[in-house]
C-alpha cells in the first residue's frame, strides 16, 4: 500500500530534474502520472532545456515503478494547449488529484526586457494556467502543489546583477507566494489544499549551467561548477552549496499524501536555512 494509490498527478516541466524526481516519488507511493513539459529551449534562457527523449525517460522511469504515466509535450504558456494536455490525461487515467506547477525557466544575463517576459511567462503565468486547467477535475482532498524559490522571500532579489530575467523569475516567485497563499483561502472552503515549495540552489541543469555559474563567480570569465562549489554554500546557513531533487520531492510527497490533510496556505522553505537572513518567526519577509 502506497501513500498515494488511486490518486493521479499532473506534473509540469516533468521530463527532467526536480519534476522527474516528482513523478518518480509519487509514482512510487502509488500514484498515476500526467507528465507534461515544453521539450523545447526558450531563446532568452541560454542552458538548454529538457528534451522529448527526456521525456520519455520520465515516462519509462514511471512505469518502471508499475504505474501508468501520460507523458506529453506542452507548453505552458499556453492555457488552451496545456488544458487540452491535461484533459486528455485526465480521460485516460480516470481522475485528477494533485497538480505539481513545477515548470520553471531562469533567463540570465544580458537578455533585455524579453528574458523579463519569458521568465514570468513561465513561472508566474505558467503555474496559473496548470492551475485554471485543473481546478474544475479538483474535488474534495485534492492538493495543489507549486515551486516557488527562495528567490521569492528574500529582500534585494532580481537586482541589476542577475539581469532583466533574473528579476523576472524573482518576481514571478514573489508573486506565486502570494497566489498561492490567496488560492488557499478560497480552495481550502472547498477541502482542496494549495501550499508553495521554496527550495534554494538545487541541484539541477538551472543550478549548473554557464549564466549561473558567471552570477556566482563573476571574476572568472568562464567558472565551471568546481569553480562554483563553494560560492554556491555561501547563501545557505547550513553548510551546503545545494539541496538534491529527491529533497524537494520529499516534500511534494508529503503535500500530496494524506499526512498533510490540513496543511494549506503554507511557504514550504526547503533551503537549509537560505532564507532566514531575510525572514523572522512571524512574517515571510
Known amino acids: 500500500m502506497g501513500k498515494l494509490d488511486g490518486k493521479v498527478a499532473v506534473i509540469t516541466g516533468a521530463a527532467r530534474g526536480q519534476g522527474r524526481s516528482h513523478a518518480v516519488t509519487l509514482a512510487a507511493e502509488g500514484a498515476d502520472i500526467i507528465a507534461l513539459d515544453l521539450c ?104 495543489i502543489i507549486a515551486t516557488g524559490s527562495v528567490a521569492g522571500l528574500m529582500k534585494g532579489s532580481g537586482t541589476d546583477i542577475l539581469g532583466p530575467g533574473g528579476f523576472g523569475y524573482s518576481h514571478s516567485k514573489r508573486a506565486l507566494a502570494n497566489y498561492i497563499h490567496d488560492l488557499a483561502i478560497v480552495a481550502g472552503r472547498e477541502s482542496i489544499r494549495a501550499n508553495c515549495i521554496h527550495p534554494t540552489n538545487c541541484n539541477t541543469d538551472m543550478l549548473h549551467s554557464a549564466p549561473m555559474y558567471r552570477v556566482f563567480r563573476p571574476d572568472l570569465e568562464t567558472p565551471g561548477r568546481e569553480d562554483t562549489y563553494e560560492a554556491f554554500k555561501t547563501g545557505q546557513e547550513m553548510p551546503v552549496p545545494w539541496v538534491e531533487p529527491s529533497d524537494i520531492s520529499a516534500m511534494v510527497l508529503f503535500l500530496a499524501s494524506e499526512d498533510s490533510r490540513y496543511v494549506t496556505g503554507m511557504q514550504m522553505k526547503v533551503d537549509a536555512g537560505a532564507a532566514l537572513k531575510n525572514t523572522n518567526a512571524y512574517s515571510l519577509r
Open 40 to 143: 523545447a529551449d526558450i531563446a532568452t534562457n541560454e542552458y538548454p532545456l529538457a528534451t522529448e527523449a527526456d521525456l520519455e525517460e520520465t515516462r519509462l522511469l514511471v512505469e518502471k515503478e508499475g504505474r501508468r504515466c501520460v507523458a506529453e509535450v506542452a507548453d505552458v504558456r499556453s492555457a488552451d494547449a496545456l488544458r487540452a494536455a491535461i484533459d486528455r490525461g485526465v480521460q485516460q487515467l480516470g481522475g485528477l488529484h494533485i497538480v505539481v506547477a513545477n515548470a520553471g525557466i531562469c533567463p540570465l544575463g544580458e537578455v533585455g526586457a524579453q528574458g523579463f517576459i519569458d521568465a514570468v511567462d513561465v513561472d508566474l503565468a505558467g503555474v496559473l494556467n496548470t492551475v485554471s486547467a485543473s481546478y474544475r477535475h479538483l474535488t474534495e482532498g485534492a492538493s
